[in-house]
């Protein structure tokens, strides 16, 4: 399974970015997704998540009411829509996918088994 992240970049304080992870491979039915990222000098951090099963979406506090994840299961893509970006949002972002559909390991790197090469986001002040 590969997973390949695209759509950081650099954009200004308020602005919205989309990030998408295209699932190669295999199809990741039965697979939950998340997102994470990573700030310099950082450890990597949980930001959103989606159950397989029961779609239901899972987020860290600080992104509550500003990102969406999702995904599009007959195109194997997951998105994580941004919107009203901070600077603290800056960050080398993460897809990642996991065969335990397990809401208590979701907030784990070690939660999942597939992970993409990272997409940056810059959000300047």
């Known amino acids: 399974v590969q997973l390949q992240a695209s759509g950081g970049g650099l954009v200004q304080a308020g602005d919205s970015l989309r990030l998408s992870c295209a699932v190669s491979?295999?199809?990741?039915?039965?697979?939950?997704t998340g997102w994470f990222r990573q700030a310099p000098g950082k450890d990597r951090e949980f930001v959103a998540a989606i159950s397989w099963s029961t779609g239901s979406t899972y987020y860290t506090d600080t992104v509550k009411g500003r990102f969406t994840i999702s995904r599009d299961n007959a195109k194997n893509t997951m998105y994580l829509q941004m919107n009203s970006l901070k600077p603290e949002d800056t960050a080398v972002y993460y897809c990642?996918?996991?065969?335990?559909?397990?809401?208590?390991?979701?907030?784990?790197?070690?939660?999942?088994?597939?992970w993409g090469q990272g997409t940056l986001v810059t959000v300047s002040s």
């Open positions: 990642a996918a996991g065969a335990a559909d397990d809401s208590g390991s979701f907030y784990y790197t070690l939660g999942y088994d597939y």
């Open positions: 491979g295999r199809t990741f039915s039965g697979y939950a």
